[in-house]
């Protein structure tokens, strides 16, 4: 019986062992970047590919700190993402009312 222990008790040592032994993943260092566009094409890049799209306005505080938190760490982290500033695309109701329908029509979960 305490053979079996014993037995059991290696595997199971083996087995952790070998879920912490790092895999092949070499993660990439270089630099990444955070690109300007305008919606149009955000909306565009969102219906043909996988993308990170950041939507901000300038006068956000929670838009400022999120980017003082992604500048440091695009230094050595290769991520493309796109920011649309909603300032720049228009400040009139019926131009944001627009704005809104178009990022809904992609991004429904955005409605707010």
Same mark, same amino acid.
């Given at each position: ?5 014993? #037995? ?12 912490? #032994?790092?895999?092949? &993943?070499?993660?990439?260092?270089? +630099? ?15 219906? +043909? ?18 980017? +003082?938190?992604? #500048?440091? &760490? ?27 329908? +178009? ?10």
């Amino acid at each position: 019986m305490r053979k079996i222990t014993k #037995i059991v008790f290696i595997f199971i040592l083996l087995f952790n062992l070998v879920g912490c #032994i790092e895999g092949n &993943y070499l993660r990439d260092t270089s +630099k990444g970047s955070i690109v300007e566009i305008k919606l149009d094409n955000a909306i565009t890049i969102a219906e +043909k590919e996988e993308s990170i799209i950041l939507f901000t306005q300038s006068t956000c505080k929670d838009c400022i700190n999120l980017k +003082k938190i992604l #500048i440091p &760490y695009l230094e050595n982290h290769k991520v493309s993402i796109h920011e649309v500033v909603l300032d720049n695309e228009g400040t009139s109701k019926e131009e944001i009312q627009n704005n809104r329908k +178009k990022i809904n029509k992609v991004f429904p979960e955005f409605d707010s």
